[in-house]
């Protein structure tokens, strides 16, 4: 009988910052991230993300914000996101014809972000 091993699952999503205290604290206070572990010492955080975790890692040479990438978040409340976020959403939250309202914000360090919401009675 042979074994078929389980694929890998993401444990995290790695941010590297040259400006770790203000964007641990931007994710935990205005993206609403619970902090899970916090060692000031070496500059790492892993906040909890729902199904993976994202760390925050300090650098003194970070490098620049991919345009490749983003990272998506599902909120049950978009509009508290929404207020929550301020200057940092590019743009009110809207609709999208595949069944959810999203909108975009950039972190301190110049990350996109996206967040979104299912409309009533629609999911992934």
């Given at each position: ?114 967040l979104f919401s299912w409309?009533?009675?629609?999911h992934a």
């Amino acid at each position: 009988m042979s074994h078929t091993p389980h694929p890998p699952s993401l444990f995290s999503v790695e941010l590297r910052t040259s400006r770790w205290d203000l964007l641990v604290d931007w994710y935990r206070d205005i993206l609403g991230l619970k902090v899970l572990l916090r060692v000031v010492d070496d500059h790492y955080a892993l906040l909890d993300a729902g199904c993976t975790r994202l760390a925050i890692m300090g650098r003194a040479t970070p490098g620049e914000p991919s345009g490749r990438w983003s990272l998506g978040f599902e909120t049950d409340d978009l509009d508290a996101a929404w207020q929550r976020l301020g200057a940092a959403a590019t743009s009110p939250p809207r609709a999208n014809p595949e069944g959810f309202r999203e909108l975009v914000a950039i972190d301190p360090d110049g990350n996109k972000i996206r967040l979104f919401s299912w409309a009533p009675g629609h999911h992934a």
